[in-house]
């Protein structure tokens, strides 16, 4: 079983619309679960990081995260064409300060 | 601030050669990250570093690849002898301390090994 699961796509969302990105993980004492953004050729840049069940809102970006059920969401809201990219779920595990990383989504937002 | 810096930006060599990588961490982080990616494997942890100290190396795939961290501003990835199954996107990044674990990228090295 991968500890960091996504779905790896391609979503394709009509631009405007929401799109929701989902991540499961297996180690149920993590505690920390980041959301990155990887353009085509570029390095993975950090948009949200949450740490406690609930909504976690930045911008058009809303992370959430249910302890419970091992997973965690990004939803982007009024996509945009810019927003077209891979989007990696990173989870700390419990008792470590390294990140398992999901194999990363791509999401296409359709102008 | 600069953010985390990497050099060279990319590196082609022939197989059997001697690579070294090179970052510098975002100044005041004691936490730094060698990662790989490839489209195969994904992004994948090779080691990392707290306070210039290597903590966790599970990920380095042989014996052929070395990393160290002499002092706070600086680390090398090492492979010697490269391989072509070498080839990949090659990743530092670095964090603080404290609640967050925030982890911030450099623009990685794209090596290809001939």
């Known amino acids: 079983q991968k500890e960091v699961e996504q779905n790896s796509g391609p979503l394709s969302v009509p631009e405007g619309a929401i799109a929701s990105l989902n991540c499961t993980y297996s180690?149920?004492?993590?505690?920390?679960f980041f959301w990155y953004r990887q353009y085509s050729g570029k390095s993975p840049e950090l948009i949200m990081s949450?740490?406690?069940?609930g909504d976690k809102e930045d911008g058009r970006f809303t992370a959430q995260l249910n302890k419970a059920s091992q997973y965690v969401s990004l939803l982007i809201r009024d996509s945009q064409p810019s927003d077209s990219a891979t989007y990696l779920c990173?989870?700390?595990?419990?008792?470590?300060?390294?990140?398992?990383f999901g194999t990363g989504t791509r999401l296409k937002v359709l102008a | 601030d600069a953010g985390v810096i990497q050099s060279p930006r990319h590196e082609v060599t022939e197989m059997g050669q001697e690579v070294t990588l090179r970052c510098k961490p975002i100044?005041?982080?004691?936490?730094l990250f060698w990662y790989r990616q490839t489209m195969m494997r994904g992004l994948e942890l090779l080691i990392y570093?707290?306070?210039?100290?290597?903590?966790?190396d599970s990920g380095m795939p042989e014996d052929r690849f070395s990393a160290k961290m002499p002092n706070a501003s600086f680390s090398t990835l090492k492979i010697q002898p490269s391989e072509p199954r070498d080839s990949a996107v090659y990743f530092c990044?670095?964090?603080?301390?404290?609640?967050?674990?925030?982890?911030?990228f450099g623009p990685g090295t794209r090596l290809t090994v001939t």
């Open positions: 570093f707290n306070n210039n100290v290597p903590i966790d």
């Open positions: 949450i740490y406690s069940n």
């Open positions: 100044s005041g982080h004691d936490y």
């Open positions: 990173a989870v700390v595990p419990s008792g470590t300060y390294k990140y398992i």
């Open positions: 990044a670095s964090s603080g301390t404290g609640a967050s674990y925030e982890q911030y």
């Open positions: 180690d149920r004492g993590s505690q920390s």
